[in-house]
């Protein structure tokens, strides 16, 4: 089960005031907006809910619009038939809540073999960072982690860190954590950071960001090196980068690009999710 799915996660959403209602074993998320009338996201669902159960719901919370974020391992064909049964009653949305396609590295293996498995420019920085003073520790304070998330996505960074102030308490200390960068040259400054979600044996690069003088010192690198040690100590088995720019969809997330490449230099496997028939 991805964390999507979990009661923490519906307690999540229905601290963002979504309702939760369950159809055929599968938590779909509720809520009314103006104008654009009622919407529903079903994320990552281990099957897809019943079309004669799902429906009735739908109606009857006037939904005019569905968000489908099937997981990875649903059936492409199975997928297209349901999708187009309940387009039949709603509308399927043609944006994406959720990534498409991610990175994810093999954390059965030793810390060794996994840093040999980054590229020589991503474990030369991992060198770097440390030589240049960056260090990195566990903290619980999620308002250092926003505003450092702030700064690093410009103007309307704020935007990023919607709710997380919320998440934070629902799944720490046991399904989450956060690692902060600091450069000693620079006073201690708070130059980078990273949340991190841990579920069913996966650890989720849930939440990331860096300042210009933290990128200048190699610190997002050394935050990733530090995470898959610490998602290792915490017993999962594998480490999901969340998402990446997704080739099957060339005019979407563009901005992705840049951040994709970052990752790329991990080593990871690709992971593609099914796109609904609407694509």
Same mark, same amino acid.
């Given at each position: 089960?991805?964390?999507?799915?979990?009661?923490?996660y519906?307690? $999540?959403?229905?601290?963002?005031?979504?309702?939760?209602?369950?159809v055929?074993?599968?938590?779909?998320?509720?809520?009314?907006?103006?104008?654009?009338?009622?919407? /529903?996201?079903?994320?990552?669902?281990i099957?897809?809910?019943?079309?004669?159960?799902?429906?009735?719901?739908?109606q009857?919370?006037?939904i005019?619009?569905?968000?489908?974020?099937? /997981?990875?391992?649903?059936?492409?064909?199975?997928?297209?038939?349901?999708?187009?049964?309940?387009?039949?009653? /709603?509308?399927?949305?043609?944006?994406?809540?959720?990534?498409?396609?991610?990175?994810?590295?093999?954390?059965?293996?030793?810390?060794e073999?996994?840093?040999?498995?980054?590229?020589?420019?991503?474990?030369?920085?991992?060198?770097?960072?440390?030589?240049?003073?960056?260090s990195?520790?566990?903290?619980?304070?999620?308002?250092?982690?926003?505003?450092?998330?702030?700064?690093?996505?410009?103007?309307?960074?704020?935007?990023?860190?919607?709710?997380?102030?919320?998440?934070?308490?629902?799944?720490?200390?046991?399904?989450?954590?956060?690692?902060?960068?600091?450069?000693?040259?620079?006073?201690?400054e708070l130059?980078?950071?990273?949340?991190?979600?841990?579920?069913?044996?996966?650890?989720? $690069?849930?939440?990331?960001?860096?300042?210009?003088?933290?990128?200048?010192?190699?610190?997002?690198?050394?935050?990733?090196?530090?995470?898959?040690?610490?998602?290792?100590?915490?017993?999962?088995?594998?480490?999901?980068?969340?998402?990446?720019?997704?080739?099957?969809?060339?005019?979407?997330?563009?901005?992705?690009?840049?951040?994709?490449?970052?990752?790329?230099g991990?080593?990871?496997?690709?992971? $593609?999710?099914?796109?609904?028939?609407?694509?």
């Amino acid at each position: 089960m991805e964390p999507q799915q979990s009661s923490l996660y519906s307690k $999540y959403m229905l601290s963002l005031k979504w309702e939760v209602v369950q159809v055929d074993g599968i938590n779909i998320f509720l809520r009314k907006f103006p104008i654009l009338g009622g919407i /529903v996201k079903i994320h990552r669902p281990i099957h897809l809910p019943g079309v004669k159960q799902l429906i009735p719901i739908l109606q009857s919370k006037k939904i005019k619009t569905l968000v489908i974020e099937p /997981v990875a391992a649903q059936n492409q064909n199975k997928l297209t038939k349901w999708c187009r049964a309940v387009s039949k009653h /709603v509308r399927i949305s043609t944006t994406s809540y959720l990534p498409t396609k991610t990175f994810r590295i093999d954390l059965t293996r030793s810390e060794e073999e996994i840093f040999k498995s980054f590229s020589e420019a991503k474990r030369r920085a991992v060198r770097r960072a440390i030589k240049l003073g960056i260090s990195v520790r566990q903290s619980d304070n999620i308002d250092d982690l926003i505003r450092i998330k702030n700064k690093s996505a410009g103007p309307f960074g704020f935007i990023t860190t919607t709710g997380i102030r919320k998440f934070w308490p629902i799944f720490s200390p046991k399904h989450a954590a956060i690692l902060l960068a600091h450069s000693a040259t620079r006073n201690n400054e708070l130059v980078g950071g990273v949340l991190l979600l841990f579920w069913d044996g996966i650890a989720y $690069y849930w939440i990331a960001g860096a300042v210009k003088k933290g990128k200048k010192l190699f610190a997002p690198t050394l935050l990733v090196w530090e995470a898959l040690k610490l998602a290792k100590q915490q017993g999962c088995k594998i480490f999901d980068f969340v998402g990446v720019w997704d080739e099957r969809l060339p005019k979407e997330n563009r901005e992705w690009l840049g951040f994709t490449k970052f990752k790329e230099g991990f080593g990871g496997t690709t992971l $593609y999710y099914p796109l609904a028939t609407r694509r």
